[in-house]
């Protein structure tokens, strides 16, 4: 018992070293290392953020852009979480440094344990923990310092909702409720939704199934867990609060307003260039599949990726980066594009003349691309009749057809 707890020690100290020795050329020769957003973004939000707390004021207000915006409510900062408050002392470009680094080395180890309390054995434990650290996910979002942040705290929920299951006492759910602060406080909305899928689809296990299935169910632990979540809830309101407050004025927004490069392959094929053929974790995945029908745990697990790639499928762009719109935002935005001609005409179109047949194609295709499943319509062209000639208000709705 002694050796194995020292070998896992021994692995929990390599998962926390490999960031650090990944990005340590990086790091040495003074290059940031979040590129991308990382410093258009969000090293100018955590920068006034970390003034304010060392001038201990609250950072709700960045005069920095514009005439002034919101810092607190605009949530990407995190300014509340307990990472930005321990660095705040520290010279800023050097904290965002140790903020981007000490989150990389904290998601390795604690992928580790979380697949350890899931039954893995150390040498799977291990790979669970170098492929979601150093997995294709987490350094292609090196520039989404929020994802970066929050990424540590997804597996740090799931094991304290693992041990207040198994345990129910008010120590575990004091640690379940701060570790659901700590992802709330984050700043990424991404992955707060990732972990309210987890979350969800765990406790359908743990509490619905058994009803379904004629049994009792466990009341007692359902209300501690419950509680347990709401405090958690209630701890992360300061950032929640104005958030929500200004929602409504912060528009859709993302993590970045770049678009995917029109060379970027499309669909299916694009997504196992980019995120399968590089990476052995699909393999292994596989090979766990078995698993899913003798280990209950795995399968809120498998549920959760069979709700995103359903959520995928319904956004009808698979190789479309950021977040997933909500379902009535997607639907505003198409009424928006389509409802009216006027609304239609802002569709962006190719240098062509206006009422040409190419200007009508683009828009057209820009339509398609924006409003509808790739799966649902197919356009064929049909030889468009240009704008303004004498037929035209009779064959534009044969110039296209569906097939």
């Not at 002694?2 to 390599?14: C, E, K, T």
């Not at 499928?313 to 505003?332: D, I, K, Q, Y």
């Amino acid at each position: 018992m002694r050796a194995g707890r020292g070998r896992d020690l021994l692995l929990i100290l390599l998962l926390g070293l490999a960031p650090v020795l990944a990005l340590a050329p990086a790091w040495h020769e003074g290059r940031l290392l979040a590129p991308g957003d990382g410093a258009s973004l969000h090293l100018p939000l955590r920068v006034e953020a970390w003034r304010a707390l060392a001038r201990g004021d609250v950072p709700s207000w960045n005069p920095s852009v514009f005439s002034g915006t919101p810092l607190l409510a605009s949530y990407r900062p995190g300014v509340f979480h307990p990472l930005m408050a321990a660095l705040t002392l520290v010279p800023p470009f050097t904290a965002f440094q140790l903020l981007v680094l000490v989150s990389l080395a904290l998601a390795g180890p604690l992928a580790f344990l979380y697949a350890r309390r899931l039954g893995a054995d150390p040498a799977g434990a291990l790979l669970a923990g170098l492929g979601f650290a150093l997995g294709p996910y987490l350094v292609g979002h090196l520039g989404d310092t929020a994802t970066l942040v929050a990424a540590p705290a997804l597996p740090l929920v799931l094991l304290a909702l693992e041990a207040h299951l198994a345990r129910g006492r008010a120590t575990s759910a004091a640690l379940l409720a701060l570790a659901l602060a700590v992802l709330l406080l984050a700043g990424s909305p991404e992955a707060v939704g990732a972990g309210s899928l987890l979350l969800g689809a765990r406790l359908a296990i743990a509490f619905v199934v058994p009803v379904a299935r004629g049994r009792r169910g466990d009341g007692a632990r359902a209300r501690s867990t419950a509680l347990a979540l709401a405090a958690g809830v209630l701890l992360a309101a300061p950032q929640l609060v104005p958030t929500l407050l200004h929602w409504r004025e912060a528009g859709s927004g993302g993590a970045s307003a770049a678009e995917v490069p029109a060379s970027a392959l499309a669909g299916v094929t694009g997504l196992v260039l980019r995120y399968v053929s590089h990476t052995p974790a699909p393999v292994f995945a596989l090979a766990a599949v078995p698993l899913v029908v003798t280990q209950p745990v795995l399968r809120a697990a498998a549920v959760v990726v069979a709700a995103f790639l359903l959520l995928l499928a319904a956004r009808g762009r698979l190789e479309a980066a950021g977040a997933l719109p909500p379902p009535w935002r997607s639907t505003s935005s198409c009424r928006a594009a389509t409802g009216s001609s006027s609304r239609t005409s802002a569709a962006p179109r190719a240098t062509a003349p206006p009422g040409s047949a190419r200007s009508w194609a683009t828009g057209a295709a820009w339509t398609r691309r924006t409003c509808t499943p790739p799966w649902t319509t197919r356009w064929r062209w049909a030889s468009p009749t240009p704008r303004g000639s004498a037929s035209w208000g009779s064959r534009t709705a044969g110039s296209w057809s569906t097939g």
